[in-house]
């Protein structure tokens, strides 16, 4: 079987093309029905948004799943306004692996996010994709995405400025939680040195609420550049929407030897004319199986009120296996 090596970052990152004639009526129907899905009207909950998400795409497009050859585990963590009291906190697990035989990859992701005082959420999903050859250039991979989100309020958490609120916090004393059924849906397409995507998040979801997060909209393109043996470089597009909030990016990732890397991103404001925009610096390494990051991130502008001390780091490993399962 035929092979191509695509290379998105470093050696950990290489994808493997896989042979298999399927006709394109798959294609057809995972786009009818994602079209479907980003038409439908779109209504205080948003996704995690993670500056490293170049690495494991899985929460946010299930067909990214099982992009490596190898198992891949990916843990990320985030720290917004670290120093202030209740700033929210993040977290994210992506598990994957692959299986030739069936062209087919699974994988769990689970995500907790501390949104402020009292108010959390968890998403955990299973995720499956499949892929096929389209041509000698180009793999097409659809997924899907499901599991439960969990959203949480405990009004204990609070902590009473004045006495007179006493009475109000009485009507309010048990922790509530609600479950609801959650699903994604995506496409990604990738070639030697582009990685185009097109997915849809809370597919079921017209409306956020306290306890769960509304339809999410994400479409990105990323293009490798290879200088020379030493060096590569990445450039990545990125865009999100969810009802009246659009959320643009760019990212330029430089890397030595495969080994080491660093770069930035900007994902501006431009509902209101990129004032305030939001920079993260980025740095990392690869050690052998092993992948460790860092992210600071900070806001420019007049308008920018948001301490600028948000932090992100990613631990993540893969485990070598035997091709042929």
Known sequence: MKKLNIYIGNSSNLLFFRTFDIGIKLLLICMIFTFNAVITP???????????QIFSRMNVNPAATGNTADVDIFLLGRLQWLGVDDA??????????????IK???GLSISFDKLGIGHSSTDIKAAYSF??????????????????FIGSYNPLANSLV????????DNYKE????????????IEANSLNWTLGFSVTH????????????RHIYAYASRAIMFNPQWDMLINLAYMNRNKVHLPELGVMGFYQRFIWGGFSWRPDVVNKCNPSYLSVMAGAELKIFRL???????VGSNNTLPPNTHEVIISFRIPKNKKN
């Open 203 to 214: 597919l079921l979801n017209s409306e956020s609420t306290s306890y769960a997060s509304d």
């Open 42 to 52: 779109l209504l205080a909950q948003q996704d995690l948004h993670f500056t490293q």
């Open 293 to 299: 990051g860092y992210v600071y991130e900070f806001g």
């Open 131 to 148: 892929q096929l050859d389209l041509n000698d250039k180009w793999v097409l991979a659809m997924g899907v995405s499901g599991g439960a």
């Open 104 to 106: 087919s990859g699974v």
């Open 88 to 101: 929210p906190k993040s977290t994210l697990l992506n598990a994957s692996n692959y299986f030739e035989k």
């Open 175 to 186: 922790r509530e939680t609600v479950v609801t059924p959650d699903f994604n849906i995506g």
């Open 162 to 169: 004045d006495e007179t609120e006493r009475d109000q916090m």
